[in-house]
């Protein structure tokens, strides 16, 4: 089980990374499809950084998962698959077609461009498949005294959780590691709770996201010791990311009370909530000030914050995956303890206000020194 489930997905996708990205580079570079501007630091100008990593996500993914999977059913053991549950198969194959219209659209983006009403119309589809499905958020937990949710709210809900999860990952695209780091914190959490509940197929794929992304993480944070060059994910990436991040969130959750214990769903979504949060207290600020929500631009996200208080990239990289780690672990903790989930999210929402408070301290008293 142990090498089917972790040990060659894991192997596979970090394999396949090392060996797809350096060759993405080459053809970005030929093709230049580069951001938009060169990076200059102390006065030195350092090559463009190509922005179409993302493509590599989606095959690696399906082949690290797809190949040991069908050496499960060659073998006779279908262990990882839940095969005997038709509901589960149909969940999964909407969600690959979804992901495989949200990497499409990001390819697209990437390239030529795509209008912001096409992208969104794209996008609300693929997220209306996973409810379609039968996956959906229909039970809170008691989460703000909500438990059982009727399809006209649940589905409508989870649509929304859906794009407003896909569309965090390419905002933190813009320090080097970030994207990634979150990500493999994310997917790692994911990994052990789908390792607890037996959900191995679900376990598969997250290991095979975290083999995949290391490479992603190594070469932006470290890789220039070596000579290697850095890459950005772009929308491809970052929706394909997201899309699937969400799919695992809301899986794991309806394992509360089960396989898991209830109420896991609030830790489900404390791997996202820093994104989740940032994204949408710059949404506020754009809706207050006047500005287009969709539209960025105003470089107000946490990482752009921290850098005006004062950090290098690399703390602020540093930073902000503490803050991602510690929120996982308090409302893992709380869950596990049984806390009200109305509290917790009391309690989330207080620190994050805090993190903001500090944030601001620091950034209003770098301003005074100039």
């Not at 569309?167 to 390792?195: H, K, P, Q, R, Y």
Request: aromatic residues 10%.
């Amino acid at each position: 089980m142990i090498y089917y489930s972790i040990i060659i997905p894991l192997l596979l996708a970090t394999s396949l990374a090392l060996f797809i990205i350096p060759r993405i580079i080459m053809v970005s570079v030929k093709k230049e499809l580069m951001d938009e501007d060169a990076i200059e630091r102390d006065g030195k100008i350092r090559r463009k950084v190509p922005r179409f990593g993302g493509v590599s996500l989606f095959p690696i993914l399906v082949i690290s998962v797809g190949l040991p999977l069908a050496c499960t059913f060659f073998l006779n053991d279908q262990f990882s698959t839940n095969a005997e549950d038709s509901t589960y198969f149909v969940q999964f194959m909407m969600m690959m077609t979804g992901m495989t219209a949200m990497y499409l659209v990001g390819v697209m983006d990437d390239l030529v461009g795509v209008s912001l009403k096409s992208k969104l119309t794209i996008e609300f589809l693929a997220a209306l498949l996973i409810p379609l499905s039968g996956l959906r958020i229909n039970h809170l937990d008691g989460l703000l005294g909500l438990y059982e949710l009727s399809p006209w709210l649940s589905i409508p809900l989870t649509v929304a959780g859906v794009l407003y999860v896909s569309n965090t990952i390419s905002m933190l695209d813009d320090i080097d590691g970030l994207a990634s780091g979150m990500a493999i914190i994310a997917f790692a959490v994911m990994a052990v709770l789908c390792g607890v509940a037996s959900q191995y197929l679900l376990l598969m794929v997250c290991v095979a996201m975290v083999g995949l992304l290391a490479p992603f993480l190594f070469r932006n944070v470290l890789g220039w010791r070596v000579g290697w060059r850095k890459l950005f994910f772009g929308d491809t990436g970052g929706l394909t990311i997201g899309y699937l991040l969400a799919f695992v969130a809301i899986s794991v959750s309806q394992m509360g009370g089960r396989e898991l214990p209830y109420g896991i769903g609030m830790a489900c979504f404390g791997t996202l909530l820093v994104p989740m949060f940032d994204v949408l207290r710059v949404g506020i600020t754009r809706l207050v000030n006047g500005r287009n929500v969709f539209r960025g631009g105003d470089r107000n996200h946490i990482h752009h914050r921290l850098m005006r208080a004062g950090l290098e990239p690399r703390q602020v990289l540093l930073v902000v995956l503490l803050i991602i780690t510690e929120f996982i672990g308090l409302n893992l903790w709380g869950v596990l303890e049984g806390w009200d989930l109305s509290l917790l999210l009391v309690i989330d929402v207080s620190a994050w206000g805090l993190i903001q408070v500090v944030i601001m301290y620091f950034k209003k008293r770098k301003e005074l020194e100039f």
